[in-house]
């Protein structure tokens, strides 16, 4: 039976250095690491992550800004936002929750955030630097799940890699990410042939498609390391990630549950970046 990563844990121990760094920083600086959280319209989900975001600033000793706006807002009021926080100098990361209303465009957003405070490394400045090796921010799951592996003492030199998914916010970071530590990386999508049999290659499987339990113990070699990156309600309202942990779990050397695996560490990671956001501002 694998090892369980604890995600909780493991988030739980990097927001403590997190907020102890925090505290020295404000200690030198007289200020602390500032994030401003957008959000637009009334959707329950994004309105949850938002309070956790504010919530983890509070825990870590952030200045934090939430700005909560109706469904109507244009694109006008929202880029003059941008630009205020832009200008702001105790911000030092900015976070605009996405999917934004269908009237506004994500990209003319995306590429409004200064990208020394985009935070989300959304901006195609910090996705050329991941490309490159030379960047200050990572995207928030991937670099979770590079924590997870470090923080668990899991090798990636050398080692089959293969991450099933090809979105710009996971799977091509991760790969890029894995890349850099030096594994051999594999990346399928919805267009990969004998999909079950690159799988089963893995020694490290990245799990990111949104397909609830579609891995099984099958498509999983003997002692593999999988990252589960999925988020699915269930029809009973469970959530649930990409995995079968129950044919996986017994054939895995190491796994990460739903929930309780990488969805901790995204939030944790936001605050990372924003720490390091401030202190190259002082740089
Ligand atoms: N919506 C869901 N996840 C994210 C995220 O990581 N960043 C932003 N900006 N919006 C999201």
Same mark, same amino acid.
């Given at each position: ?100 209303? +269908?009237? $506004?465009? %994500? ?5 409004? @955030? ?6 989300? &490394?959304?901006?195609? #400045? ?66 990969? +042939?004998? $999909?079950? %049999? ?5 020694? @490290? ?6 397909? &609830?339990?579609?891995? #099984? ?67």
């Amino acid at each position: 039976m694998a090892n369980i990563i604890d995600g909780k844990a493991i988030s739980a121990a990097i927001r403590a250095e997190i907020k102890e760094e925090t505290e020295a920083f404000f200690g030198q600086h007289g200020f602390r690491p500032g994030l401003a959280v957008i959000i637009v319209g009334e959707d329950p989900a994004s309105q949850v992550y938002v309070r956790n975001k504010r919530r983890a600033c509070e825990e870590v000793g952030f200045y934090s800004e939430a700005y909560e706006l109706p469904h109507n807002t244009t694109q006008d009021e929202l880029n003059a936002l941008v630009d205020k926080l832009n200008a702001d100098p105790a911000i030092h990361g900015i976070l605009c929750q996405l999917p934004l209303p +269908k009237h $506004l465009d %994500e990209n003319e957003v995306i590429l409004r @955030i200064d990208p020394k405070k985009d935070v989300d &490394a959304f901006h195609p #400045t910090n996705v050329g630097r991941i490309m490159i090796g030379d960047y200050s921010f990572l995207p928030c799951t991937p670099a979770g799940v590079m924590a997870l592996l470090a923080r668990s003492g899991i090798e990636i030199s050398g080692k089959e890699c293969v991450v099933v998914g090809r979105s710009n916010i996971v799977g091509k970071p991760q790969a890029m990410l894995l890349l850099h530590a030096n594994g051999t990386v594999t990346v399928c999508h919805s267009r990969t +042939k004998n $999909l079950a %049999e690159v799988c089963r290659r893995a020694d @490290i499987l990245v799990a990111a498609i949104g397909k &609830a339990d579609f891995f #099984t113990g099958d498509m999983v070699k003997e002692g593999a390391v999988v990252i589960d990156v999925g988020m699915n309600r269930r029809a009973d309202g469970k959530l649930t990630g990409d995995v079968d942990f129950e044919s996986v779990a017994p054939k895995a050397s190491y796994i990460t549950p739903v929930p309780g695996g990488v969805g901790p560490m995204t939030i944790t990671m936001l605050m990372q970046n924003t720490l390091t956001a401030a202190k190259e501002s002082v740089k």
